[in-house]
């Protein structure tokens, strides 16, 4: 049995570490935050993922998952040391890699046998280096320790999905010994046949960048389609649809909306775009990228604008979905920051609801009114507006949402309700890139 410590318990480290206990792997998630920790182990899960507390709990009660907030103990305790802290946008687009730096030289204050560092984080290309050379600094015995690069491709709100049953797995390391022990980490998934890749470090760095900005590409991409769609006469939905059957391109990703958000698309693409300037390298696509989610954001706020003939003022908005996308309580470069701030500076009132993300948002806008349902937001409000695509939302009893509305306008960023319903019910609507009827 591989002994496991996972050095940060944010999103990637409690998934990665519940992930990994339910490979078999014994487990200690460690981090400085003794509250989040003692809270762990009270039962307060700190993000919100599908089945995620399940996980948990079952790996805690077989013994193969704990929690510390000894990092030191958890490291002299383990063979495999993973870093999952964060890598947050700092200066000029670059990662800031300091927390990273930070574990890395108390790994290497604490190396009491060899051990393999893996890097979970998303880091810029070249940073595996660093860290080696970093660690190496401290050692008398640079042979001590091996370094692996495993990036980490979980999609929030499906996190553990992706976790358990990935599309590939990808080991980063110049060491076959290191090698070998993280695939036997991996073990039921070769076993199951899942593609198990072994690169250089510096591949397995690009590879999470790459992927990343590619998928952000594709989002930018259709949401300019849909656009275009708007102009021409013609169905995003069935243009998409088309495209995606084709096996060079594929659907996924293929959803016009009001833009992406979250804690990794937007920060990837300023960093891809900022090593590219270190080796004095335009990356045209990315920039585009970045420009083009930033006019999505800016676009609906123009739909709602024309919607009420150019006036909002005083006017109260309900906004249904804060968080970036469904299954999540993630805000962070959520479009609907972007939406209510522009309500508000406007000077519009919102009504905000979401059925996970309330809490998220109001620590990041305060002057808003928050309700636990979505009919207390709408009441009285004259327009709604959805941001998120939550199933509960998919199902809206439009007839209630008219009679309660005290306006009739319905702004629909995520193209998930009928327009033949809204029609019928005489609201005053808009999508993205659909045919209105």
Known sequence: MNKIAIIGTGY??????AGMAEFGNKVICSDIDKIKIDNIKSGIIPIYEPGLEEIINRNIKNNRLSF??????????????????????????KADMSFVFSVAETISKNINDYKIIVTKSTVPIGSGRQIINLINGELNNPKSFDYVSNPEFLREGSAL???????????GTNSEKAYKIMRNVYRPLYI????????????AEMIKYASNSFLALKISFINEIANLCEKVGADVHKVANAMGQDGRISDKFLHPGPGFGGSCFPKDLEALLSISNNYNMKMKTVESAIMANENQKKRMVEKLVRLFAGNIKKKTIAVLGLSFKANTDDVRESSAIHMINSILNMGGFVNAYDPIANNEMSKIIKKINYFDSLYGAVSNADAVVIMTEWNEFRSLDLKKIKSIMRGEIFLDTRNIISMDELSSLSFVYDNVGRIKK
């Open 192 to 203: 199951n046949k899942n593609p198990i890749m072994h690169t250089s470090i510096e591949t």
């Open 12 to 17: 990637v480290g409690l998934v990665t570490g």
């Open 161 to 171: 999905k992706d976790f358990l049953w990935p599309d590939r797995v990808i080991i």
């Open 68 to 93: 510390s907030s000894n990092i030191i103990e958890s490291i002299l305790q383990s063979d495999v040391i993973v870093i999952a802290v964060g890598t947050p946008e700092g200066e000029n687009g």
